[in-house]
């Protein structure tokens, strides 16, 4: 499966891609990987789109990850306007974890609030690896817009990329403390608690949210 040609191409390995056994395709993205080759960037990035294990997923970004951005980044960035979740969510993982700052033209205010949750997170992180200097704050504005979202994973992945941004995002995240959605709000003041101490427990903090919103509301609270 992992016959190389004279320049170093491995057809086989290609093929492997496709085998119904995820340790045979396992096999054959570290194959390519570990020989990288131009012709190999569309299979790897066509994979990425339909590949139903996870382990082989992350193998099929790191063999991408080998190869140049230049190769890389284009096709990755084509894949963000996919109609296939799956695509558009590894395509933003790997460019995560290529760091090409290319991309971020790509990072659409539609990626960071769309409608699949593994979408918007992994759109959430790969923000916040390629925003430009001094483009943080404006990040951080369309980050906040999402606060209150989803189930607890989504809300992490969110407080997170704004912990991430830093002192840049107070400014924003404060703002969202006073929405008048208790989601929103908790999940603001949660978020403003682990800028201020990241080694707070966000479950911890979303509560210590909910008793303040709590106490203001009695008679003689603040």
């Not at 194959?31 to 193998?59: H, M, Q, W, Y």
């Not at 908790?186 to 990241?198: K, N, V």
Request: charged share 30%.
């Amino acid at each position: 499966m992992t016959t190389t040609d004279q320049d170093g191409y491995t057809p086989g390995a290609l093929r492997g891609l496709e085998d119904a056994r995820a340790s045979v395709r396992l096999r054959a993205a570290l194959s390519i990987g570990s020989n990288p080759d131009e012709r190999c960037v569309d299979k790897l990035v066509e994979r990425c789109a339909v590949e139903p294990d996870f382990s082989v997923r992350e193998t099929l970004t790191w063999a991408l990850t080998r190869h140049p951005a230049s190769d890389t980044v284009p096709q990755l960035t084509g894949e963000l306007r996919s109609g296939r979740t799956q695509a558009r969510s590894q395509a933003l993982h790997t460019l995560s974890k290529i760091g090409d700052g290319r991309a971020w033209s790509a990072i659409t205010p539609e990626l960071l609030s769309d409608a699949d949750d593994e979408v918007a997170r992994s759109a959430w992180r790969a923000a916040v690896v390629l925003v430009p200097e001094g483009e943080e704050s404006e990040l951080a504005a369309a980050l906040v817009t999402q606060l209150g979202r989803g189930p607890r994973e989504t809300r992490l992945s969110l407080s997170r990329a704004l912990i991430a941004l830093g002192e840049t995002a107070f400014a924003a995240v404060r703002a969202a403390m006073t929405d008048p959605d208790p989601r929103v709000s908790h999940h603001a003041m949660a978020t403003e608690r682990l800028l201020r101490d990241p080694d707070a427990g966000f479950e911890d903090a979303i509560e210590e949210a909910k008793r303040v919103t709590a106490l203001r509301g009695r008679p003689g609270g603040e």
